[in-house]
C-alpha cells in the first residue's frame, strides 16, 4: 500500500456502521478510505462474537454477527474502497475540504471529510484480578469472546458476568456444553425480562447451574490446564468449587478512543458530541457516527449507526462537491454507481 493516498472521506473504523458509510458515500459518488486499528474488518462483531445472534437487523429475524459483517462486505464490493488495516489513526491536520490524516506506519490520507466510526475506540477485555491468569489466557482455559460454538462441545464451561454477553451465551451454549454454570454478583441479571426467564427456565430443567450472588475467587488447574472455578459469595465466607475446563469472562471492555482524544473534539463521557441532524462533531468536516457518537436521542444500536452514517453521507456530499445540487433519489431508481478510478 502506498504512504500515500487521496480520497474524497476517511473514514476511521471498519465495523458494521463504518462499511456501510462506505455504501452510503458510494451511492453519492464519493470515494473512501477504511483505516481500522484490528488486522480485519468487522470491529468487535469479528474480533469478540463472530458468532452471536442479532436480533434487530431489518428484514432479518435473526442473524449471526459474522454474516452482518459479510453481508456487508458484499454491499459494499462495487467500491472497492482502499484499506489501511492494522493502523492507528494517530494525527489529524488541516481543515475541511483538505484534511490530512497520519496513521502510525507514516501513511498520510488526504480527505476532504472524515468520518469516525471508531465504535467505542481502541478496546480489549476487562481482565478479572486473579492469580495466575495469564497461564490460562495463553492456552485458550480462559476466554473473553467466543470465536467458534462448537470448540466449546462436551466441555464443562463456566460463564461469569451479569450483562447481554454473559446471558446471551449462556442460552447459546445450553445445549452445547457438557456442563454449564453462569456466575454473577447479584440475583438479577442486566439482561431484557425474556433472556432472564430462558435462563430460569434452563435452570429449572438443569440445563444450566445459575450460581447468584457470588464472584470469582480463584482458578484451579496447572500447566495452562484449567480443571475447577473457586467462587465466593458476596457478605459470607461461603465458597464453591465449579467444574470447568473453559472460563468465559464477560465483564465488558476497557475502551480508548486513543489519539482521537487530542484532535480539539468536544467530547462527553469518552464519547464525541456530534449534531444530530448532520452527525458533524464540534471541528467541521470531522463526522461521528455509531457508538463513538453523542447525541440528544442517541441509541447504541447498529441499525441507528445505519441510519447516521446515511446522513453525515448527505452532509458531506456540499463538502466534496461544492456547489453541486444533491437531488435525493431512492436507490431503486439510481442502482449502485460505478465510481470513476482513483
Known amino acids: 500500500m502506498t504512504k500515500d493516498l487521496s480520497t474524497d472521506v476517511a473514514i476511521v473504523g471498519a465495523g458494521p456502521v463504518g462499511l456501510f458509510a462506505v455504501f452510503e458515500c458510494g451511492m453519492l459518488r464519493m470515494k473512501t478510505v477504511l483505516i481500522d486499528v484490528l488486522t480485519a474488518a468487522g470491529g468487535q462483531c469479528t474480533a469478540l462474537y463472530p458468532e452471536k445472534p442479532i436480533y434487530d437487523i431489518p428484514a432479518h429475524p435473526m442473524i449471526s454477527a459474522s454474516a452482518l459483517i459479510a453481508g456487508l462486505e458484499r454491499q459494499i464490493a462495487p467500491f472497492a474502497p482502499p484499506r489501511l488495516l492494522g493502523r492507528r489513526a494517530c494525527r489529524l491536520e488541516g481543515a475541511a475540504g483538505d484534511f490530512r490524516l497520519v496513521t502510525d506506519r507514516d501513511e498520510t490520507v488526504r480527505a476532504k471529510a472524515v468520518i469516525l466510526a471508531a465504535g467505542a475506540g481502541a478496546f480489549g ?4 484480578p486473579l492469580s495466575g491468569l495469564a497461564a490460562f489466557e495463553a492456552t485458550g482455559a480462559v476466554q473473553y469472546y467466543v470465536a467458534s460454538r462448537e470448540s466449546l462441545r462436551g466441555r464443562s464451561v463456566v460463564i461469569a458476568g451479569g450483562g447481554d454477553s454473559a446471558a446471551d451465551w449462556a442460552l447459546a451454549l445450553a445445549d452445547v456444553a457438557a456442563e454449564l454454570s453462569l456466575v454473577h454478583r447479584r440475583e438479577k441479571f442486566r439482561a431484557a425480562p425474556e433472556t432472564s426467564a ?6 429449572a430443567s438443569g440445563q444450566l447451574r445459575l450460581v447468584t450472588p ?7 488447574g496447572r500447566g495452562g490446564r484449567l480443571e475447577a472455578v473457586e467462587v465466593s459469595r458476596l457478605g459470607s465466607d461461603e465458597t464453591r468449587v465449579l467444574p ?13 478512543l486513543g489519539p482521537i482524544a487530542s484532535w480539539g473534539l468536544a467530547l462527553e463521557r469518552h464519547q464525541i458530541v456530534v449534531d444530530p441532524g448532520t452527525l458533524e462533531t464540534s471541528r467541521p468536516g470531522v463526522f461521528a457516527i455509531g457508538d463513538v457518537a453523542s447525541h440528544r436521542g442517541k441509541l447504541k444500536l447498529i441499525l ?6 446515511a446522513m453525515a453521507a448527505h452532509a458531506i456530499h456540499p463538502i466534496v462537491f461544492p456547489g453541486q445540487a444533491l437531488h435525493f433519489e431512492y436507490s431503486t431508481s439510481t442502482g449502485v454507481p460505478a465510481l470513476a478510478p482513483a
Do not use: C, I, M, Y
Request: charged share 15%.
Open 125 to 128: 477485555p476487562n481482565r478479572p
Open 304 to 309: 441507528q449507526g445505519f441510519s447516521e452514517a
Open 244 to 256: 470447568a475446563e473453559v472460563l468465559l469472562a464477560f465483564f465488558g471492555l476497557a475502551t480508548d
Open 198 to 203: 430462558r435462563l430460569a427456565a434452563l435452570a
Open 214 to 220: 457470588f464472584q470469582l475467587s480463584g482458578l484451579r
